[in-house]
């Protein structure tokens, strides 16, 4: 499995494994005590520690640099050995591309179990790899709130070393127990490391996870809403034929009405709207009158003269209406 992008989600895994690297600590001080008695060179003071990266590692390019992170991780070299590790490449890869959010991440999520490791090494009196801890720390956020504490923890484990060789006489440790000391940081590193790897790579599967059902659950809304869909087009009724045009009526015969005697001798005008039927020969079959201005003056006249137009011949009867206007001038 690839761990080049470390999920953000994957933070709760440092406290997870609190209890279980703490069981670790114990143990380890509990054997640092009791050597360091028979031994005290393995607790003289730490020299200056090295850059936080190795100048092999700044060297390196940005993809080498990526390869690698994921590699140490893979192999579970979360923040040790010195030059060959997660932390360290990540660091490198982060001077090159400082604006790159998933190298940014990655280092967030790494950065509890170095704190972790830091605090083991002041316990167990290994200064040279605490100073080198803190630094990887530093270096990837100087404002980092257990930065002060362990910088603290490590002067004070050094002045205690320091009084305790001067109360004690300074015995040498035999480069069979410094072996045997190496060993067992070695193995317990590779133990801590393997742990947060096997955390972080059961994260990243619960993300996948996750990630999976929310797309089976939005492809399982859009098959919902096609449905819908489809089930609202089958239930909605067909589109309601659209009326047929009126036939064009053109007239073949149209008698002007008679203008009534009365009317004509009082100088009175007006007009008739009138509606009217015309069958399919083109003869007007019905007509009677819709508004007349002034009102029984001229509608006698006007529907004896429609009653005797005449239409060209059409498909079907049809009713339309129209005005008639009187005017004795």
Known sequence: MSFATVSKNSRWVALSLLVALAACSKD?????????????????VAAPPAPAVSAQVQAMGAEDLRAAAAKALGENRIYAPGGDNA????????DKLPNDAAVTSALTDLMPYTVIATEQSIAREDFVEAQRLSALIEKADPKAPSLPRLKQNIAAAQQAVTARLANEKTKEVTDA??????????????????????????QQQQDAARAAE????????REAAAAAQRQAAAAAPPPAPKPAAAPTL???????????PEALRAGTSGEVLVELTIGTD?????????????????DREALNAVRRWRFEPIDAPTTTRRTLAFNPG
Request: aromatic share 4%.
């Open 87 to 94: 932390v360290e490449y990540y660091l490198g890869l982060r």
């Open 214 to 221: 929310a797309e089976r659950t939005a492809a399982a809304q």
């Open 282 to 298: 083109g003869s007007v079959t019905n007509a009677r009158v819709v508004r007349a201005t002034p009102a029984r003056v001229f």
């Open 28 to 44: 380890e001080q509990a054997g640092t005590e009791a050597t360091t008695a028979a031994t005290p060179a393995a607790a003289t």
């Open 177 to 202: 127990e410094a072996k045997a000391l190496e060993e067992k940081r070695l193995a317990q590193q590779a133990v801590q490391q393997q742990q947060a790897a096997a955390a972080l790579a059961a």
């Open 250 to 260: 053109k007239v073949v015969s149209a008698p002007s009405p008679r203008y009534p």
